[in-house]
């Protein structure tokens, strides 16, 4: 079976539908004028990358969004990602999209770290679930190391912004799968959030915003059917709006072989979608990792004791590690540490 299709085939027909094109109307909105409190989270357990980001706006790509906003024929345009020059298309009035094109960055401190620990790893592939606009696909993709990106993203306007920078990057090794991911093959409905943040449509939350109902698959089913089955998972990034143990417990099998977890730590969200937080620690604890956050404002994991994890009710990054057979971490190369306790 192949790895992957060429750009024009990038969609994966493993999922019952296929992407469609945003709906412009919903999409594009009038609003109050840009000003720097609209980057800030709106609600408590907004993650730390955003709120403690060195906030050095580039002028010509601040124009160009201001421009985009005050443009209604216009849904999205062109910026770039600073240092690499990756290019990326962004949605001016979703947060997202606003601080790519301000500063360049989107959680700065995980996007270093994930960069080095991909660096001189063994061949194997990314799992990305809640790839939102491609930010981390894109660039998990640059590295020799990973073979396939397998990108998962339900809402039918993250999942065109994320072909189109695949596209403009001149990507071919990244599989998008347009749908939700949980335990199970089946649908769920997404229900939609406000158009300031396109990352926070919900399988749990009913924001009475709307909804769309969407195909389901779980990790191990979509992987089965691309032939990855026995490939080593380097990276697994779990971003899911408090969804995540759902798709944890449809992706026993690639717990197996995966080297280091990413899960978005909502346990509070979880709790609302009768989910088990206690019992994805347990999942992932009885697969051998260990749970470490990125201290401070370093790209440096630090190992977390159980005892705090559990006391952590704000949406937070934590990082499983699993550790080899003599104890260290499978991700010492991405300088993961003790803890200072």
Request: with cysteine; aromatic share 6%.
């Given at each position: ?27 594009w909105t ?7 409190d ?12 955003i ?23 216009g ?14 298309f ?26 080095e ?10 799992v ?26 339900p ?58 109902m ?13 032939g990855l ?57 009885a ?21 705090d ?33």
């Open positions: 079976m192949r790895r992957h299709g060429a750009r024009s085939s990038r969609f994966s027909s493993a999922c019952s539908a296929g992407p469609t094109s945003p709906d412009l109307g919903s999409v009038l609003a109050r004028p840009l000003c720097t609209d980057l800030l989270p709106k609600r408590p357990g907004d993650r730390d990358t709120r403690t980001m060195r906030r050095i706006p580039r002028p010509l790509q601040s124009m160009k969004l201001l421009l985009a906003w005050m443009m209604p024929q849904t999205s345009f062109q910026t770039y990602a600073t240092g690499s020059k990756l290019r990326f962004v949605q001016c009035r979703d947060v997202i999209g606003r601080h790519i094109a301000k500063y360049g960055r989107f959680e700065p401190q995980l996007t270093d770290w994930i960069g620990y991909l660096q001189n790893r063994p061949k194997g592939i990314v990305d679930v809640g790839a939102n606009l491609g930010w981390h696909a894109v660039h998990a993709a640059q590295h020799a190391s990973v073979t396939t990106v397998v990108a998962f993203e809402d039918a306007t993250n999942a065109w912004l994320l072909d189109r920078n695949l596209t403009i990057n001149d990507i071919d090794k990244v599989v998008v799968y347009p749908c939700a991911v949980g335990a199970a093959v089946g649908h769920a409905h997404l229900h939609r959030y406000k158009r300031s943040n396109n990352g926070r449509h919900s399988l749990i939350k009913n924001y009475g915003l709307g909804s769309r969407v195909p389901l698959t779980d990790v191990d089913s979509a992987l089965d059917a691309l089955e026995q490939d080593r998972i380097l990276l697994m990034k779990i971003d899911v709006e408090g969804f995540e143990p759902a798709v944890l417990a449809g992706a026993v099998k690639a717990l197996e072989r995966a080297d280091a977890v990413i899960t978005e730590y909502s346990p509070q969200l979880s709790r609302d979608g009768d989910l088990s937080v206690e019992g994805m620690v347990d999942r992932l604890l697969a051998g990792f260990v749970p470490h956050q990125l201290a401070g404002t370093s790209s440096k994991a630090v190992r977390v004791e159980l005892k994890l559990r006391r952590i009710e704000d949406q937070t990054d934590i990082l499983w590690i699993k550790l080899t057979t003599n104890g260290s971490p499978m991700a010492a190369s991405a300088q993961a540490e003790p803890s200072a306790g």
